[in-house]
């Protein structure tokens, strides 16, 4: 499966078939389970579908069990609370009647400023980074200072820098945000692994079990950008089979347009069963 731009809105963009219930596709590649990141993606979407006149200000997923690419995916949106300014909805994402991730969101209406930080040039530019191939047609990927962020062998501090950019910035509002969101659960297992030598994301799925178990994002208003995205991955924290790493997106002048944090999963496999670790948990 080739995957596109155009393609991978009309995935973040569920159609809705009841009242507060959505159904959407999936984008995925070889091993055709799909990235957790697409799934808090579409709740995005869906939960601005359902609140309409407010924007998403966060969103919290937790995800349980993988979803598989080949079969659609149901979300159910229920709205906790819808005041003036601010609303709260739960969407969970289901196939076959179980649910797979749930995502918390929080919605409101902006307003205008009382006070607001200056904005911080990046340390780094897209001219300096290196071209890295990761299929997306409609999508360019550059590293700062890294050829190959699955490589065991090459070391570094836990941190990693990527530059992206889009031929278009969807119009929508909840697209331009749920596009945001996709990249953030890409990276972030590679830059808790970077330190480690002999470790590295080429031994995902073959002789390491790793996973994308929660994401966090909060966006910074107002949602916009033109030409390049930096996308800037701190990992703080990794042990007990765990990774916490932290993260922001910056437009090329350095203007901050959303804080993201990921939980991820980093097992041996289970020897006695042959299943990696986030398939025994999502046996739970």
Sequence with gaps: MTSTLAGMLE?????????????????????????????L???IVAASKTVPGKVVRRASGQ?????????P?????EVLQNGRNFATAVVTASQGGRARAT???????????VIRHPVQPPSSSPDEAIVHEMPLIG???????????????????????????????????DLARALLAHFTGHLSISTTMRPHPGVGT??????????????????????GWDGWL???????????????????IRDEAGRLLASFSQDGLIRHFDEASGATAIEEHARL
């Design 73 to 77: 995916v149901d979300f159910a949106v």
């Design 139 to 173: 999508r360019e990927l550059r590293l700062v200072g890294i050829t190959d962020p699955n490589d065991p062998d090459h070391v570094g501090p836990p941190r990693m820098q990527a530059w992206l950019r889009y031929d278009r910035t969807p119009d929508r509002d």
């Design 202 to 223: 080429a031994q995902a799925h073959r002789t390491l079990s790793t996973g994308v178990i929660a994401i966090e994002i909060s966006f910074h208003d107002p949602i």
């Design 41 to 43: 993606s579409q709740a």
């Design 11 to 39: 995935v973040f963009d569920v159609q809705p078939v009841a009242d507060g219930r959505f159904v959407g596709s999936n984008d995925y590649g070889e091993r055709t389970v799909v990235d957790a990141s697409q799934v």
């Design 103 to 113: 995502v918390t969101v929080l919605l409101d209406v902006p307003s205008k400023d």
């Design 230 to 248: 930096l996308y800037d991955h701190e990992s703080t924290a990794v042990g007990a089979g765990m990774s916490y790493v932290r993260g922001q």
């Design 63 to 71: 995800f349980c069990r993988p979803v598989q690419g080949a079969d």
